[in-house]
C-alpha cells in the first residue's frame, strides 16, 4: 500500500508537470500572437496617419495659389489653415488607444475636411483660380490622398477586428486580461474623414 501511494504521488507530480508544461506553451503562443497582432495594428495606424499627413502637407501649397488671387474669400481660406492645426496637432498612441481618441482624431480630420470642401466650392465662383495649374495639381494630388484615406483606414479596422476577436474569445481573453492586452477602437465609416472628396470640376 505504501509503495502503491508512491507511485500515485509521482503520478499526480508527472500530470501537473505536463499541465504547467502545456500551460506555460499556450501561455507563450497566446502572447506572441496577441504582440504580432497589435503591431500589426500599430502600423496600420501608422499608415493612416501617414496619408492624413500627406494631405496636410499640401495645405501650405493651396494657400500660396490661393493667396495669389487676391479678391478671394479670406475667411475660407483661413478656416482650412486653423483646420489643418487642429488636425495636425492630435498624436495618438495606437498602443494605449481609446474610443475617445479615435473620436477627437476623427473629429478633427473631419473639420478639416470639410472646411477643403467649402474651399473648394468657393473655387468654382473663380474661374481663373480654378483653372491655374498649382490648384489642378493639388486638387488631383488631393483626390489620391483622399483614396488613400479610405484604404488605409479600412486596413485598420481589418487588424484591429482580428486583433479584438483574437483577445476577446475565449480562453484567450483570460490570457489577454492577464497581460493587459486592451480592445483598440474603430475607425468610424461615417466620420467626415472617411467620406468620399466632394471634387469640382
Known amino acids: ?10 503520478t499526480i507530480g508527472i500530470v501537473l508537470l ?4 502545456i500551460a506555460f506553451f499556450w501561455g507563450k503562443s497566446g502572447y506572441n500572437n496577441f504582440v504580432t497582432k497589435e503591431q500589426n495594428v500599430n502600423t496600420k495606424w501608422s499608415n493612416v496617419e501617414t496619408v492624413y499627413q500627406k494631405r496636410a502637407n499640401l495645405i501650405p501649397a493651396l ?3 490661393v493667396k495669389s488671387y487676391a479678391n ?7 478656416d482650412v489653415i486653423e ?8 498624436n495618438i498612441d495606437p498602443s494605449n488607444m481609446t474610443e475617445a481618441d479615435m473620436a477627437k482624431f476623427q473629429a478633427a480630420q473631419g473639420e478639416l475636411t470639410g472646411s477643403l470642401s467649402r474651399l473648394m466650392a468657393v473655387v468654382e465662383s473663380y474661374p481663373n ?3 491655374d495649374q498649382q490648384y489642378l495639381n493639388f486638387q488631383r494630388e488631393y483626390t489620391a490622398i483622399e483614396n488613400s484615406v479610405r484604404t488605409e483606414t479600412v486596413y485598420f479596422n481589418t487588424a484591429a477586428q482580428d486583433y479584438n476577436t483574437s483577445i476577446k474569445t475565449f480562453p484567450n481573453n483570460i490570457l489577454a486580461n ?4 486592451k480592445e483598440k477602437p474603430y475607425f468610424k465609416a461615417d466620420a467626415g474623414a472617411a467620406k468620399a472628396p466632394e471634387v469640382f470640376k
Open 63 to 65: 494657400e500660396n495659389t
Open 1 to 10: 500500500m505504501k509503495n502503491r501511494g508512491c507511485m500515485s504521488a509521482g
Open 18 to 21: 505536463v499541465i504547467a508544461a
Open 178 to 181: 492577464f497581460t493587459n492586452f
Open 129 to 131: 483660380l480654378k483653372a
Open 72 to 78: 478671394f474669400e479670406k475667411s475660407t481660406l483661413t
Open 83 to 90: 483646420a489643418r492645426s487642429k488636425a495636425t496637432a492630435i
